[in-house]
């Protein structure tokens, strides 16, 4: 059983879907820590009700690492071998990645490398881009940039915008980031150079 944290700032969709799986058994890990860095955070307040032990540590003011000693000080307290980031709105520091190296996932609302950093679904849009999705990656120290682990491809409607696109890619990240974890927790991976595959 792995020990996962989740880190957010907004909505928790993504969080609420990888909790189901976990609570349902089919990814063998628990969570035992969720963080926002956002008070308001619906994503908090929805760890809260599950009975997670769920932190605000507020990162408004504080400089990048500062915040993230705080946040790896509590990943460490709690034993966390898998980090989750779930709509977690912030730059990890090069401090942050090397605590975990690895063992940090991220999704992102893309093909990627096509449309990384924000807004990835209106990017696609106003590209004229015909599919899109989503991309389950290792975070390293680039923004959006590590070693992927799994992608689902959704098409772009002629009369998408990027809250349609959104919509219809979101669905897909909660079944992505699901199994997503479930390899990773199960060992199922091995890394060649920047490829994932699984293990033979
Ligand atoms: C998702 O679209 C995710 O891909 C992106 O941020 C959004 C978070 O949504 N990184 P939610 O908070 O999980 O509902």
Redesign the pocket.
Known sequence: MKRVAIL??????????LSDAIEAGVVPAEIVLVVSNKAEAP?LQHARDRGYKALFIPSKGKEREVFDREVVTELKKARVDVVC?????RLLSSYFVREFPMRIL????SLLPAFPGLD??GQAVAWGAKFSG?TVHFVDEELDHGPIILQQVVPVLDDDDGEAL?HR??KE?HKAYVEALRLVCADELQLEGRRLRRRS
């Open positions: 957010l700032s907004g909505r928790g969709s993504n969080f609420l879907a994503g980031l779930a709509g977690f709105m991220n999704i992102h609302p990835a679904q989503c959104s890619i979101l990240e």
